[in-house]
C-alpha cells in the first residue's frame, strides 16, 4: 500500500504565492509520474499539472506560466510552486501518483485564495 501525505495549503491574498507538498511512503516499487489534479465547489475534479519519471511536465491552460511542478525522486516527493494566486484558483488540491500498476490519490489540501 501507498500514501500520500500532502502539506501547504492555506490561505493567501490573490496575487500570493504557496508551495504544496505531497509526499509518497509506503509500497513504492516504482513511480511513473505524480502530479496535482484540484476540485472546486460544485466542479469536476481537473488536472493541473503532471511531472513524469523523467521529469517531463504538463500544465493546464489556467496555470501555465504560474505554477511550477518539481519532483525530489529521493524522497518520492512531489512539490506544485503556485504564483500569482488568483481567487478561482481556490479548490482543493490533491496529489495523484501513478504506480507500475496503481494509482493512488492523497486526500486533499485546500487553498483559498481571496480578493
Known amino acids: 500500500q501507498v500514501q500520500l501525505v500532502e502539506s501547504g495549503g492555506g490561505l493567501v491574498q490573490a496575487g500570493g504565492s504557496l508551495r504544496l507538498s505531497c509526499a509518497a511512503s509506503?509500497?513504492?516499487?516504482?513511480?511513473?509520474?505524480m502530479g496535482w489534479y484540484r476540485q472546486a465547489p460544485g466542479k469536476q475534479r481537473e488536472l493541473v499539472a503532471v511531472i513524469t519519471s523523467g521529469s517531463s511536465t504538463n500544465y493546464s491552460d489556467d496555470v501555465k506560466g504560474r505554477f511550477t511542478i518539481s519532483r525530489d525522486n529521493a524522497k518520492s516527493t512531489v512539490y506544485l510552486q503556485m504564483n500569482s494566486l488568483k481567487p478561482e484558483d481556490t479548490a482543493v488540491y490533491y496529489c495523484?501518483?501513478?504506480?507500475?500498476?496503481?494509482?493512488?490519490w492523497g486526500q486533499g489540501t485546500q487553498v483559498t485564495v481571496s480578493s
Open positions: 495523484k501518483l501513478w504506480g507500475l500498476a496503481n494509482i493512488y
Open positions: 509506503g509500497n513504492i516499487f516504482s513511480i511513473n509520474a
